[in-house]
Structure formats: C-alpha cells, structure tokens
C-alpha cells in the first residue's frame, strides 16, 4: 500500500577499507597516487572508489 511507498533504508559503507586497498594498489606504479584533492574532498579517482564501494555493499553485478 502507500505506506511502503515511504521506506526507508539506512546502508552504512565501510569507506575506509576500499581507500585503503586502492592507495596500497595505486602507490606502487605512482608515488604521487591520491584519490582526494586536499586531503579531504574526492578526486575523480577517490569518487570511483567510493562508487564502487558502495554497489559492492549494494550486491550490485553486472549484467552478464
């Protein structure tokens, strides 16, 4: 009915894992390797992560 229409869902993404494998991957080909621009904002890369991390914990799969 139009109560379910209104639920809402709270996902909680372990963040900190998926920065942490992505700079222990990237820092060996690229000294420089960042995935925020100041320390604290995403970069384009940093946003991919963050992407990623999310439709994992989504269960997201692609399409075969």
Known sequence: GARDQNLIVTLVVQMNQAFTEAIE?????????KLTTDGVHPNPVGH???????LKALRFQEPE
Do not use: E, K, N, Q
């Open 48 to 54: 991919s992560v963050m992407a990623l991390a999310i």
């Open 25 to 33: 991957t990237g820092r060996p080909a690229d000294p420089d390797f």
